[in-house]
């Protein structure tokens, strides 16, 4: 397997993500060589894509393998700059035209346009945040090299799959710089937690937004980690993905947390 590079793209992560959280939409994966702890998440439902950038994905890590919240990477930190209007022309897809698009249905035209809002405001993902680190907890424009070194990326592929990448070097949170031979399954553990937007009050049902969802959580075994070994799910937002026009957008009014314990690779 070639090296993971942290570009917003799935191309150095074996494919299908083998694990997937159906409740939180997603598909997550983790690996480490020596110096580094690579983490990534995807999904295909535009909802849960749209929830994600405008409220950020919080990946908590845990050196100790329990599901402690200290240390956490923010990504991306939420933007006052989102709207729930229609796509401009400038956004349609191809063959929409006026609204209108010949030959799809009305929950086409929807997830439609919930893509097009997805490409949209991520352009304003620009920046994250970290807690809990050495020496590093602060905010930072995504081009910009904090001082910990870690760094994080987020893209759409040409699936509409939303790809959220990092890699954190292990001297910014782990008990040495880099791992040895003694190291290989101490465990580790991770928490995936996505925070839903209010819902409109025209939508009806409850609220299910800002921390209101905590699903039923726990630990999978212990399972070995090395790149290309990742502890994750598969092309995930579309699972499950036959929706009506009411309840497509049911995941973005969702908050989650998905943990997983693993244990550390040595190469």
């Keep these: 397997m070639q090296p993971i590079t942290v570009d917003g793209s799935n191309k150095d992560w074996p494919s299908p993500y083998p694990e997937y959280d159906d409740k939180a939409m997603l598909g997550y994966a983790v690996s480490n060589d020596k110096d580094n702890l690579y983490i990534t998440v995807e999904t295909g439902d535009p909802a849960t894509q749209l929830k994600i950038i405008r409220n950020g994905l919080t990946v908590w890590i845990d050196r100790k393998g329990e599901k402690g919240e200290e240390t956490a990477i923010n990504y991306p930190i939420p933007s006052e700059n989102t709207t729930d209007k229609k796509p401009s022309s400038g956004h349609m897809h191809q063959g929409q035209t006026n609204g209108n698009m010949s030959g799809s249905s009305s929950e086409d035209k929807k997830r439609m346009e919930l893509e097009d809002k997805v490409k949209s405001e991520l352009e304003n993902a620009r920046e994250f945040s970290l807690q809990g680190f050495k020496g590093c907890n602060l905010q930072f424009p995504i081009l910009e090299k904090d001082t910990c070194g870690i760094m994080v990326r987020m893209a759409i592929d040409a699936d509409n799959e939303l790809v959220w990448e990092a890699v954190i070097p292990f001297k910014s949170f782990y008990f040495k710089p880099e791992i040895g031979k003694t190291d290989k399954g101490r465990p580790i553990s991770v928490c995936f937690e996505t925070v839903g937007s209010k819902k409109p009050a025209n939508q009806g049902g409850?609220?299910?937004?800002?921390?209101?969802?905590?699903?039923?959580?726990?630990?999978?075994?212990?399972g070995g980690m090395g790149m290309g070994m990742r502890m994750g799910g598969g092309h995930g937002g579309n699972r499950g993905a036959s929706q009506n026009n009411n309840s497509m957008m049911e995941p973005l009014y969702k908050s989650t947390k998905t943990y997983k314990k693993f244990g550390i690779a040595y190469l």
Excluded: L, V
Excluded at 206 to 222: C, D, L, Q
């Design 206 to 222: 409850g609220n299910g937004g800002g921390g209101g969802m905590r699903p039923s959580m726990g630990y999978g075994g212990m």
